[in-house]
């Protein structure tokens, strides 16, 4: 207790009580942000990768792994996702406005935007990102591509050399 005499607020816990424990992200059964849904995550040591069979993703690590392992082995599947649906994304978005895809950077970063273009040809995304509805993310693609510098109406001179069209004779 406190020189006043009130409880300090880090002490007032009761070791029986009925409030409940938060229970860690990283454990089997725990749940996983994916898409705008949720995995859960299993414990399976009957596969060498990590498989998504549904609403399910199956690590490949003992039922005493720790939840450092259980958060690395997670997380390293979300990022090697998150860089294939975010490049598949890209992509068709580009496809759609008549461009070049740019290049794609996962970023890491705890703070900041969704999605940055950078230096005109690179889109720098926030691997969570992947913990986002598809239309979310989307939408975060699409209005970071249309910041990007237009491109130049670029002539294909090897083509034209080949066909015929330059005029030179």
């Not at 510098?149 to 005029?167: K, Y």
Request: aromatic fraction near 4%; charged fraction near 20%.
């Amino acid at each position: 207790m406190s020189a006043s005499g009130s409880r300090d607020p880090q002490m007032s816990f009761r070791l029986g009580s009925n409030e409940p424990v938060p229970v860690s992200p990283w454990q089997d059964g725990a749940s996983l942000a994916f898409l705008g849904g949720h995995l859960r995550l299993v414990l399976d040591t009957r596969h060498l990768d990590a498989l998504r069979e549904g609403n399910t993703l199956h690590l490949p690590l003992p039922p005493e792994a720790t939840q450092r392992q259980i958060q690395d082995r997670a997380e390293a599947w979300l990022r090697q996702e998150a860089k294939r649906h975010l490049q598949e994304i890209i992509v068709q978005k580009s496809a759609l406005a008549g461009r070049r895809p740019p290049r794609l950077a996962l970023s890491f970063a705890a703070r900041g935007h969704w999605v940055e273009a950078q230096h005109g040809d690179t889109l720098r995304c926030n691997w969570r990102l992947i913990e986002q509805a598809p239309p979310v993310i989307e939408q975060a693609i699409a209005r970071a591509l249309a910041t990007l510098p237009r491109e130049a109406d670029s002539v294909d001179l090897f083509g034209l050399s080949h066909s015929g069209n330059l005029g030179l004779h």
